[in-house]
């Protein structure tokens, strides 16, 4: 299984993931250190079989992006709740 991460906004394409992010991956386990932030994008709906967004507002967002073929893959995260961003 290949999982990939993407934001809606330019702020934080190119950069590392935040210390805090590093720090509670390495706590399940996992090294995201060489992580480089990018912007979702139609290409890369098209290449996941499932994208999840974190809340109502995200999700609404990648409806706009997608078409016929690639709106069925998207989903909440939490299904039916928003993940607040801290």
Known sequence: MIVRSAG?????????PHRNAMRAAADFGYDIEDHIAVKVNFRLL????T??????????ELRALADERTVPKLGLYLDGEDVHDP
Not at 46 to 49: F, I, L, V
Request: aromatic share 8%; glycine share 4%.
């Open 8 to 16: 809606l906004r330019y702020r934080h394409v190119g950069k590392s």
């Open 46 to 49: 098209e290449w996941a079989d």
């Open 51 to 60: 994208v999840l967004a974190m809340d109502r507002a995200v999700l609404d």
